[in-house]
Nanobody, 120 residues
Framework: QVQLVESGGGLVQAGGSLRLSCAAS?????????MGWFRQAPGKEREFVARITWIGSSTTYADSVKGRFTISRDYAKNTLYLQMNGLKPEDTAVYYC????????????WGRGTQVTVSS
C-alpha cells in the first residue's frame, strides 16, 4: 500500500503563487514509477495537470498550465511538489496527488486532495 497526503492549498489572489506538496509513504512505494497531479473543479470532471517519472524526472504538463506550473520531486523525502505561479481563477479546484506503480496501466493510488481557490 501507498499513502499520499497533499498539503499547501489555500486562497490566493489572481497572479499569485502556491506550492503544493504530496508526502508519500508505504511499504510498496519503491514500486512507484510515475506520480502526478490532477484537479477537479466544481461541476467538472477531474483533469490531468502534470506528471513526473520518479526515476529520471521526465515531466509532462497539460497545455492549460504549461509555463506556469512546475512539477518536481524530492527523491530522498518521497515528496512530490507542484509550484503554481501566475494563478488564474480558472485554476480553482481540488488538487489531487496520484501514484502509478510500474506494473499498472494507470494511477492506482490517490490522495484526498487539497483545495486551491484563486480570487479575481
Amino acid at each position: 500500500q501507498v499513502q499520499l497526503v497533499e498539503s499547501g492549498g489555500g486562497l490566493v489572489q489572481a497572479g499569485g503563487s502556491l506550492r503544493l506538496s504530496c508526502a508519500a509513504s508505504g511499504r510498496t512505494f519503491s514500486s512507484i514509477a510515475i506520480m502526478g497531479w490532477f484537479r477537479q473543479a466544481p461541476g467538472k470532471e477531474r483533469e490531468f495537470v502534470a506528471r513526473i517519472t520518479w526515476i529520471g524526472s521526465s515531466t509532462t504538463y497539460a497545455d492549460s498550465v504549461k509555463g506556469r506550473f512546475t512539477i518536481s520531486r524530492d527523491y530522498a523525502k518521497n515528496t512530490l511538489y507542484l509550484q503554481m505561479n501566475g494563478l488564474k481563477p480558472e485554476d480553482t479546484a481540488v488538487y489531487y496527488c496520484a501514484a502509478q506503480r510500474s506494473s499498472k496501466p494507470d494511477y492506482d493510488y490517490w490522495g484526498r486532495g487539497t483545495q486551491v481557490t484563486v480570487s479575481s
